[in-house]
Nanobody, 128 residues
């Protein structure tokens, strides 16, 4: 069983920055493919970013490319999402997720069903 706990959400003005963290339990964090998703009110959960087991591969949704950066620290069992240039349309609950695999195919990483464990989410609100 893996437990994921997100933190770092909050209220920020447009153009501002936030850094989300996701701390994972368990001794095998370095073997997990990690992803960030978000869900706005009335919308489906959507892919934001993902990172492979050693950080050598990172992947982003087009809507956040160039503004968000995903990274991980396997020694701390933590994955991060640095969000810069925030826009009101980035407002959502952000979830981290883990897949019991060191890598996922490009199509698979975009879908929620490819991930085995989920955090409880952290709210990000961007005011205009």
């Amino acid at each position: 069983q893996v437990q994921l706990v997100e933190s770092g959400g909050g209220l920020v003005q447009a153009g501002g920055s936030l850094r989300l963290s996701c701390a994972a339990s368990g001794p095998t964090f370095s073997r997990y493919f990690m992803g960030w998703f978000r869900q706005a009110p009335g919308k489906e959960r959507e892919f934001v970013a993902a990172i492979n087991w050693n950080g050598g591969g990172t992947y982003y949704a087009d809507s956040v490319k160039g503004r968000f950066t995903i990274s991980r620290d396997n020694a701390k069992s933590t994955v991060y999402l640095q969000m810069n240039g925030l826009k009101p349309e980035d407002t959502a609950v952000y979830f981290c997720a883990s897949a019991n695999s060191i890598r996922l195919p490009m199509g698979a990483m975009l879908t929620t069903r490819s991930y085995d464990y989920w955090g409880q989410g952290t709210q990000v609100t961007v005011s205009s």
